[in-house]
């Protein structure tokens, strides 16, 4: 699906977008670049590279590569005024909190907490000096629906995400940076692939049965799809626009009704 952009919203913007180069780190690259944004983004292998996008190759998982990205970043956009974490995921096993080593738990840590953290660190400082910036940190619903079968590591690691977006959103508002989240659901990715995929082998039957006890887990859907990229995508670009200079220190759910409680 398309979403029609105003292609001179963001204008003279400067975005830097973490794992922009498929899902829905790539359709978030594509809705600043529609915007009239000026973007970059990293991520370990470059594949089909979208045009006018400045690619940085690093692996955000390590202090240096999220140091190799802010600098170089720095360098040649001279500046950011808009930062999209959208980087996470996870790659551990099925089989419940016990199947999950001290590796697999640093590894959902990194990616999905301290990849944000250390960026934010690095960049944010000059915002302050500008006075002027807007941060969104992807979450997940999982944060508070967590699939225990599989992802206890990410959703630990998205309700830390979450607590220290809120947290930051405090002292960086005074100081003209506005910090929001977005907590998807159900987003119909590469990556969901994967993950069903995953569980199909390790539990057998087919990616439809996958697929359905994942559902059964979170309730179900009640528009009755997960969600598409672009439609999280467009709920980033909007927090990050001057359509949204009221809107600080929130968490917008996008999960198509999954969470019933208030």
Do not use: C
């Not at 910036?133 to 206890?152: D, M, N, R, W």
């Not at 990556?191 to 439809?208: H, K, P, S, V, Y």
């Not at 996958?210 to 709920?235: C, F, H, M, N, Y």
């Amino acid at each position: 699906m398309s979403i029609k952009a105003d292609p001179t919203e963001f204008a003279g913007k400067r975005v830097l977008v973490s794992g922009g180069t498929k899902g829905l780190g790539r359709a978030t690259v594509e809705r600043f670049l529609a915007g009239g944004a000026r973007v970059v983004t990293a991520a370990r292998a470059i594949k089909d590279p979208i045009e006018g996008v400045e690619y940085i190759q690093a692996d955000l998982t390590t202090a240096e590569g999220g140091e190799a990205l802010a600098r170089v970043a720095l360098e040649r956009l001279g500046g950011i005024d808009i930062l999209a974490h959208v980087v996470g995921g996870s790659a551990s096993p099925a089989g419940g909190f016990v199947a999950l080593t001290d590796d697999h738990w640093l590894a959902e840590l990194n990616l999905n907490l301290l990849a944000p953290v250390r960026l934010d660190r690095l960049l944010i400082p000059q915002m302050i000096e500008r006075g002027e910036g807007a941060v969104v940190h992807v979450t997940s619903i999982q944060s508070v629906l967590p699939l225990p079968e599989s992802t206890t590591g990410y959703a630990a690691a998205k309700a830390a995400l979450r607590t220290y977006s809120k947290s930051i959103s405090k002292e960086l508002g005074p100081k003209g940076v506005r910090v929001n989240a977005v907590s998807p659901g159900w987003t119909m990715t590469e990556a969901t692939q994967d993950f069903l995929e995953m569980l199909r082998t390790a539990n057998g039957g087919t990616i439809e049965d996958a697929r359905k006890s994942v559902l059964d887990t979170l309730g179900g859907i009640s528009i009755g799809r997960g969600a598409q990229p672009e439609e999280v995508a467009d709920l980033i670009a909007y927090l990050a626009a001057y359509r949204a200079a009221a809107i600080h220190g929130a968490e917008f759910v996008i999960d198509g009704g999954t969470i019933r409680t208030v």
